[in-house]
């Protein structure tokens, strides 16, 4: 089945950029989703990639290489409400709309 | 727009008693799908229902199954509760076609005591 690596955690400064990276196994990809989620609430769509290439969207950028198996999301300006996990996902194969889930990055925003 | 909406929101049952979750997806999606999120496993899929019909089921036993209706909205049952049922149960939607993004309800936190 599919692997998705990410890092469990990470802590950056208010005001500063992170990236924060995601890989897959390339076999049947069919797209790439970021996500955030506050602790005790849903995930909340940031950003979906399916062709190689940055997507920016104000604060929050996404990067994919579909010939690396790799993603990153770039997270600008951090604020403190920043403070998140950040979940990457993979759609695998043509008619199938299930997500495949890493197991997130804890951000933590520090003053 | 309201968006993907989930009922009830919390809920404790006892194990071995059965459990049914209720979504509706945001106004004109037709595809439902279903995750389950636990501090040790993550977000895992459940199933994935359009048009009325289970179109792809993750690695879970039977005891989990759903349904959906001709309104798109839809159901999730679990019988024969266990204590490792606990989880927050998640609904997302999206529009038909593939590359459509796919949103989240608020969830469902189910404890099994």
């Known amino acids: 089945g599919q692997n998705i690596d990410q890092p469990t955690e990470m802590t950056a400064t208010e005001g500063a950029i992170v990236q924060i990276n995601c890989t897959y196994q390339?076999?049947?990809?069919?797209?790439l989703f970021w996500y955030q989620q506050h602790a005790g609430e849903a995930p909340t769509f940031l950003s979906y990639?399916?062709?190689?290439g940055l997507e920016e969207k104000g604060r929050f950028s996404s990067f994919l290489s579909r010939s690396k198996g790799y993603s990153y999301l770039l997270l600008k300006e951090l604020q403190m409400k920043d403070s998140a996990s950040y979940l990457c996902?993979?759609?695998?194969?043509?008619?199938?709309?299930?997500?495949?889930f890493g197991s997130g990055t804890r951000l933590q925003v520090q003053p | 727009k309201a968006g993907v909406t989930q009922t009830p929101r919390y809920l404790i049952k006892t194990r071995g008693q059965q459990v049914t979750l209720s979504c509706s997806p945001i106004?004109?999606?037709?595809?439902v799908s279903w995750y389950q999120q636990t501090p040790g496993q993550g977000l895992q899929f459940l199933f994935e229902?359009?048009?009325?019909?289970?179109?792809n089921k993750g690695n879970f036993p039977g005891r989990f199954s759903g349904r959906q209706f001709s309104n798109s909205r839809s159901e999730m049952n679990v019988s024969t509760l266990e204590l490792g049922d606990s989880a927050l149960y998640l609904c997302?939607?999206?529009?038909?076609?593939?590359?459509?993004?796919?949103?989240f309800g608020e969830g469902s936190w189910l404890t099994v005591v």
């Open positions: 997302a939607s999206s529009l038909a076609g593939i590359g459509n993004t796919i949103y």
């Open positions: 390339t076999s049947g990809f069919n797209g």
């Open positions: 990639n399916v062709l190689d």
């Open positions: 996902a993979v759609r695998m194969d043509t008619g199938r709309r299930a997500l495949t």
């Open positions: 106004s004109g999606h037709r595809s």
């Open positions: 229902y359009f048009s009325e019909t289970q179109r």
